[in-house]
Protein backbone atom coordinates (compact mmCIF):
# COMPACT_ATOMS: atom_id res chain seq x y z
CA UNK A 1 0.00 0.00 0.00
CA UNK A 2 1.43 3.35 -1.13
CA UNK A 3 0.68 6.62 -1.23
CA UNK A 4 1.32 8.64 -4.40
CA UNK A 5 4.30 10.15 -3.88
CA UNK A 6 6.57 10.65 -6.92
CA UNK A 7 9.69 8.19 -5.25
CA UNK A 8 6.36 5.41 -4.69
CA UNK A 9 5.19 5.77 -8.77
CA UNK A 10 9.11 5.86 -9.79
CA UNK A 11 9.87 3.13 -12.75
CA UNK A 12 12.21 1.63 -9.89
CA UNK A 13 9.93 1.97 -7.62
CA UNK A 14 7.76 -0.41 -9.51
CA UNK A 15 10.45 -2.94 -10.87
CA UNK A 16 11.53 -3.59 -7.50
CA UNK A 17 8.21 -4.50 -6.28
CA UNK A 18 7.19 -6.27 -9.17
CA UNK A 19 10.73 -8.56 -8.69
CA UNK A 20 8.98 -9.80 -5.41
CA UNK A 21 7.06 -12.08 -7.21
CA UNK A 22 3.47 -12.78 -7.37
CA UNK A 23 2.93 -12.45 -3.98
CA UNK A 24 2.92 -8.91 -3.78
CA UNK A 25 0.89 -6.42 -5.19
CA UNK A 26 1.38 -2.32 -5.32
CA UNK A 27 -1.81 -0.93 -4.11
CA UNK A 28 -2.19 2.99 -3.80
CA UNK A 29 -4.17 4.93 -2.29
CA UNK A 30 -6.51 7.53 -3.73
CA UNK A 31 -5.30 10.96 -4.11
CA UNK A 32 -6.30 13.70 -1.25
CA UNK A 33 -6.82 10.82 0.96
CA UNK A 34 -4.56 11.36 4.15
CA UNK A 35 -7.06 10.02 6.47
CA UNK A 36 -6.68 6.59 4.78
CA UNK A 37 -2.40 6.60 5.19
CA UNK A 38 -1.52 5.82 8.97
CA UNK A 39 1.54 7.28 9.12
CA UNK A 40 -0.33 11.21 8.31
CA UNK A 41 -2.22 10.70 10.95
CA UNK A 42 0.80 9.99 13.60
CA UNK A 43 2.28 13.17 11.89
CA UNK A 44 -1.12 15.04 12.48
CA UNK A 45 -0.67 13.83 16.33
CA UNK A 46 2.98 14.33 16.53
CA UNK A 47 3.01 18.10 14.86
CA UNK A 48 -0.31 19.13 17.44
CA UNK A 49 1.45 17.91 20.09
CA UNK A 50 5.12 19.50 19.78
CA UNK A 51 4.27 22.55 18.17
CA UNK A 52 0.97 23.98 19.24
CA UNK A 53 1.26 26.96 21.40
CA UNK A 54 5.52 26.00 21.69
CA UNK A 55 8.42 28.07 20.40
CA UNK A 56 11.40 26.96 19.40
CA UNK A 57 14.74 28.99 19.34
CA UNK A 58 16.07 27.04 16.12
CA UNK A 59 15.69 23.82 14.38
CA UNK A 60 17.44 21.75 16.43
CA UNK A 61 15.65 21.93 19.52
CA UNK A 62 12.33 21.57 17.35
CA UNK A 63 14.00 18.51 16.20
CA UNK A 64 14.87 16.94 19.81
CA UNK A 65 11.02 17.93 20.63
CA UNK A 66 9.78 15.69 17.49
CA UNK A 67 12.18 13.16 18.59
CA UNK A 68 11.64 13.13 22.74
CA UNK A 69 7.39 12.93 21.46
CA UNK A 70 7.89 9.84 18.98
CA UNK A 71 10.14 8.19 21.45
CA UNK A 72 8.27 8.24 24.46
CA UNK A 73 4.60 8.02 22.53
CA UNK A 74 2.74 4.40 21.84
CA UNK A 75 0.50 5.31 18.59
CA UNK A 76 -2.50 3.27 19.33
CA UNK A 77 -3.87 3.15 16.08
CA UNK A 78 -6.94 0.90 14.32
CA UNK A 79 -4.61 -1.27 11.65
CA UNK A 80 -8.48 -2.12 10.34
CA UNK A 81 -8.93 1.57 9.44
CA UNK A 82 -5.73 1.39 7.03
CA UNK A 83 -6.48 -1.75 5.79
CA UNK A 84 -9.87 -1.85 3.85
CA UNK A 85 -11.63 0.53 1.27
Not at 22 to 41: H, T
Amino acid sequence: MLDNAPAHKAKKTKEFMNSLGEDFAIEYLPPYSPQLNCIEICWRITRHEVTSSNYFKNIDTLKQGVETFINNTNFLLEPSNYLSR
